[in-house]
């Protein structure tokens, strides 16, 4: 990981966290531990919704860092039953409930999530609360993040932040639907990768810059040659894998620095 720019009392909170994401079970890089440990310490109002949560990994890196960052609560989502094609395979959903709530307790978080074990897009027919965060790992399908996207966008406030987890996988959805519906929309500014994370701030009906769309358009230019491969793949071609890791080397998506990244998301909102 990249040496931080400058200690602070942030960084060093954010660091105990990416510290802590090592020893937790689940499917998400330190560099995306420190990605999400960030969000909270965005100095907006909204909840903090998480779409996924299997075994609670970035559950509890989220609420630690709600809690540090003084935010209160945060809001999860998941059926805890694996009912989708594209969820992980190293528990079964007879375990996973279980391994879900036993983490939780076990690292002190419990009260700090308001938890809804259901269908996402079951919850998005009564979500009314506005969001400062929406973190979005649930069904990889493109229908799956599409409806996640579409139930839950309406309800980001200007400067939010939306992230995709496994953009740069063998997923067709986040991958499909970050290019489609944020790198080519009006409706987000500033967008990039951190590890596998696609994400985006949202400004609704503020304006987008020249400069911004011109690294929207660039990161879209570079992901297409992805995307054909991750829908070969889905089809049954054989993918050559080195041009896989040769295209995905050329998006970047290495580390933030947390106090900077919050200081340019902060800017007019």
Same mark, same amino acid.
């Given at each position: 990981?990249?040496?931080?720019?400058?200690?602070?009392?942030?960084?060093?909170?954010?660091?105990?966290?990416?510290?802590?994401?090592?020893?937790?079970?689940?499917?998400?890089?330190?560099?995306?531990?420190?990605?999400?440990?960030?969000?909270?310490?965005?100095?907006?109002?909204?909840?903090?919704?998480?779409?996924?949560?299997?075994?609670?990994?970035?559950?509890?890196?989220?609420?630690?860092?709600?809690?540090?960052?003084?935010?209160?609560?945060?809001?999860?989502?998941?059926?805890?039953?694996?009912?989708?094609?594209?969820?992980?395979?190293?528990?079964?959903?007879?375990?996973?409930?279980?391994?879900?709530?036993?983490?939780?307790?076990? +690292? #002190?978080? *419990?009260?700090?999530?308001?938890? &809804?074990?259901? =269908?996402?897009?079951?919850?998005?027919?009564?979500? !009314?609360?506005?969001?400062?965060?929406?973190?979005?790992?649930?069904?990889?399908?493109?229908?799956?993040?599409?409806?996640?996207?579409?139930?839950?966008?309406?309800?980001?406030?200007?400067?939010?932040?939306?992230?995709?987890?496994?953009?740069? +996988? #063998?997923? *067709?959805?986040?991958?499909?639907? &970050?290019?489609? =519906?944020?790198?080519?929309?009006?409706?987000?500014? !500033?967008?990039?990768?951190?590890?596998?994370?696609?994400?985006?701030?949202?400004?609704?009906?503020?304006?987008?810059?020249?400069?911004?769309?011109?690294?929207?358009?660039?990161?879209?230019?570079?992901?297409?040659?992805?995307?054909?491969?991750?829908?070969?793949?889905?089809?049954?071609?054989?993918?050559?894998?080195?041009?896989?890791?040769?295209?995905?080397?050329?998006?970047?998506?290495?580390?933030?620095?947390?106090?900077?990244?919050?200081?340019?998301?902060?800017?007019?909102?």
């Amino acid at each position: 990981m990249a040496t931080q720019s400058k200690t602070t009392p942030v960084a060093k909170q954010i660091d105990g966290l990416v510290t802590l994401s090592g020893a937790l079970s689940g499917h998400l890089q330190k560099i995306e531990a420190q990605f999400l440990a960030t969000i909270p310490f965005l100095p907006i109002e909204g909840g903090i919704l998480e779409i996924g949560s299997f075994k609670g990994k970035s559950t509890i890196i989220l609420a630690k860092a709600a809690a540090m960052a003084g935010h209160g609560r945060i809001y999860a989502c998941d059926p805890l039953s694996l009912p989708c094609s594209t969820d992980p395979t190293d528990a079964t959903k007879e375990q996973l409930p279980e391994i879900f709530f036993n983490n939780l307790r076990e +690292h #002190e978080v *419990e009260e700090d999530v308001v938890f &809804f074990q259901m =269908r996402s897009e079951t919850l998005a027919g009564t979500w !009314d609360r506005p969001l400062k965060a929406l973190w979005i790992d649930g069904d990889h399908t493109y229908e799956g993040v599409m409806t996640d996207l579409t139930g839950f966008e309406k309800h980001l406030l200007p400067g939010s932040v939306i992230c995709f987890h496994d953009v740069l +996988h #063998e997923f *067709e959805g986040p991958i499909r639907v &970050f290019m489609e =519906r944020i790198l080519l929309s009006s409706k987000y500014g !500033d967008c990039g990768l951190c590890g596998s994370i696609g994400w985006a701030q949202f400004v609704g009906d503020g304006p987008v810059t020249t400069q911004q769309w011109k690294s929207k358009f660039s990161q879209y230019q570079k992901l297409s040659k992805l995307l054909v491969l991750v829908v070969k793949h889905k089809n049954g071609f054989k993918v050559n894998k080195s041009l896989r890791r040769f295209y995905r080397r050329l998006v970047s998506h290495g580390p933030i620095v947390p106090d900077d990244w919050l200081s340019e998301r902060s800017s007019g909102f």
